[in-house]
């Protein structure tokens, strides 16, 4: 959306982060309701995506969006290595 369309980073990201938390939901009721699940697990993480995301969405404004681009390239960057490397078993 940033590049092809123009649309401003910030717009983007919580567009995107939207749109996965619809279809993230959603799929987490399909695996709740089938038992798959593990709520001892996944309590701990919900609080600390909520104490992330709220620290965020503080602190957003204040960061340069440059930095915030060469961040999220970097992590496209070392998600994109990582998933080559396990592709191919390279250890």
Do not use: C, K, Q
């Not at 309701?33 to 503080?58: D, E, K, Q, W, Y």
């Amino acid at each position: 959306m940033h590049l092809v369309m123009g649309v401003p980073l910030r717009v983007a990201t919580a567009t995107s982060n939207l749109m996965i938390g619809i279809t993230a939901s959603t799929s987490a009721w399909v695996y709740l309701l089938h038992g798959g699940i593990n709520l001892f697990a996944t309590g701990p993480m919900a609080v600390g995506v909520f104490v992330g995301a709220t620290g965020g969405s503080r602190i957003a404004p204040r960061v340069d969006v440059r930095a915030l681009r060469i961040l999220f390239a970097a992590v496209l960057l070392y998600t994109s290595y990582e998933m080559a490397r396990r592709a191919l078993r390279i250890v």
